[in-house]
């Protein structure tokens, strides 16, 4: 199913959780909406819901308004960050809860609710879990059954809100990959709200970036990380280093330090920040004359594949990121203290009021 809003408006109080937001959410399509805390994410997953309504604009499931609808006539399944299990039922009875609360004339047959309870345990790859209680199971077991308990119902969409918020590193990286697999399974259409950039750039397909009620941009996680449209996205997604200067035809000057400003031929005497990830930035021990920045390598910290540099300007004192192969540093056998040059390989600059 597909799904639209168009021009939602929520205030709660003198507070806008979302101001004009139109979006749409293509069949079958796994989307992100990602953001800080208060962007008013979780606000739009629970008005698609049926859970809030907003003060103005439409729901639009597979075209038709659903606005008015009540949350039980969305037919949507929504999986919460702390599972929402009931303890006092066995695993199997928590899956089976929302097949056997139907109307009487919906209601499935008890062989026929024992048959798809088990095969949704089988999806999750956990059937021989089916008679324990939800507190003998691990969080990352837990929030498996919740969404299995929602995908009983047979949702036309699947709504997941912060998923796995409540669970450790390592678990909450094996559990979406695994629910990327199950999403490529069933292709139904699915959004779920997360406020960790690698989270969403791994799993989605497509990316929602909001900030203070906003959306300030919509694509492909490639395309979300790699061309950025404002400052806020490209300082969101990942680490960035911050070059603030002039911006005037086709340069930017940073304090006297001169970085070439793409697609800024025409701009004039405009103030302007650079924008440059510690992993677009080639380092070179310092020499007379050359081109770039000058820094102090003040710390390293070299774990596995890559070795992340700390560097104080010399020029102003602030920090600036790198990040280079662990090859490369012990080739360079660079010591605390050096100098050493910095270069943007690619620079991104934003001039501001444009």
């Known amino acids: 199913m597909s799904i639209a809003v168009n021009q ?7 507070f806008t959780a979302l101001d004009n937001v139109s979006l749409d959410f293509p069949n079958g399509e796994l989307t992100a909406l990602l953001g800080p805390s208060g962007c008013g994410k979780t606000t739009l997953l629970r008005i698609i819901a049926g859970l809030e309504y907003a003060d103005s604009g439409q729901v639009l499931l597979d075209g038709q308004d659903a606005s008015a609808q009540h949350v039980r006539e969305r037919q949507v399944g929504f999986v919460f960050q702390h599972y929402a299990l ?6 199997f009875e928590n899956i089976a809860f929302g097949l056997r609360v139907k109307p009487r004339h919906l209601r499935p047959s008890e062989n026929e609710i024992k048959e798809k309870v088990t095969k949704l345990l089988e999806l999750v790859q956990l059937d021989w879990l089916a008679d324990r209680y939800p507190p003998q199971l691990s969080g990352g077991q837990r929030q498996r059954i919740a969404l299995a308990r929602a995908l009983a119902v047979e949702p036309r969409v699947l709504l997941l809100d912060e998923p796995f918020g409540a669970l450790d590193a390592k678990v909450r990286k094996e559990l979406r990959r695994w629910l990327r697999r199950l999403h490529d399974e069933l292709h139904v259409t699915s959004i779920f709200v997360t406020h960790d950039q690698e989270e969403a750039l791994e799993v989605a397909d497509k990316i929602v970036l909001m900030n203070h009620g906003k959306v300030e941009q919509v694509g492909a996680p490639a395309e979300v990380y790699h061309h950025p449209k404002t400052p806020f996205v490209y300082g969101f997604l990942g680490n960035v280093n911050l070059f603030r200067g002039r911006v005037h035809e086709g340069v930017l000057d940073a304090d006297g330090v001169r970085f070439d400003a793409p697609g800024h031929a025409e701009t004039r005497d405009a103030v302007g920040t650079g924008y440059v990830r510690p992993h677009e930035l080639e380092i070179d021990r310092y020499s007379p004359g050359a081109s770039g920045l000058n820094v102090q390598l003040r710390r390293v910290h070299s ?5 992340q540099l700390e560097l104080e300007r010399d020029d102003n004192g602030e920090l600036v990121e790198a990040m280079i192969s662990t090859e490369r540093y012990e080739y360079l056998k660079l010591k605390i203290g050096e100098t050493l040059v910095v270069r943007p390989k690619r620079l991104h600059v934003f001039v501001d009021n444009q």
């Open 8 to 14: 939602l408006q929520k205030k709660f109080g003198s």
């Open 86 to 91: 009931f303890k006092h039922m066995t695993i």
């Open 303 to 307: 774990i596995g594949p890559l070795a």
